[in-house]
């Protein structure tokens, strides 16, 4: 049974970077795509970003594009987020997830089959 757990967030300022981190177990990490998403008080589920079984292959959300950047390191099976110029609208919940197969999401909540906790990333100005 697969199992994520989401580290690396925190209070950061505006224009600041913060890196999320996921660690996965229970099944084999290098076959299937991964991704973020997110989730902001009052708000529905946004996807964030998708990477596909071998990392060449990576899709982001309009919200984050230039500014996030989705890697993985199938030898750690770890999959990380870095943000950079982070902004007030991007605090939120984040949350990892495992796809149902190895070839990149397009942001379809319905292509991933396992979460993790989430983690809390907040913004101030």
């Known amino acids: 049974q697969a199992q994520l757990v989401e580290s690396g967030g925190g209070l950061v300022q505006a224009g600041g970077s913060l890196r999320l981190s996921c660690a996965a177990t229970?099944?084999?990490?290098?076959?299937?795509?991964m991704g973020w998403f997110r989730q902001a008080p009052g708000k529905e589920r946004e996807f964030v970003a998708s990477?596909?079984?071998?990392?060449?292959?990576?899709y982001y959300g309009d919200s984050v594009k230039g500014r996030f950047t989705i890697s993985r390191d199938n030898a750690r099976n770890t999959v990380l987020l870095q943000m950079n110029t982070l902004q007030l609208e991007d605090t939120a919940v984040y949350y990892c997830?495992?796809?149902?197969?190895?070839?990149?999401?397009?942001?379809?909540?319905?292509?991933?089959?396992?979460w993790g906790q989430g983690t809390q990333a907040t913004v101030s100005s």
């Open positions: 990477i596909n079984w071998n990392g060449v292959i990576t």
């Open positions: 229970g099944y084999t990490f290098s076959a299937y795509a």
């Open positions: 997830a495992k796809a149902r197969g190895g070839g990149t999401s397009y942001g379809n909540s319905a292509d991933f089959d396992s």
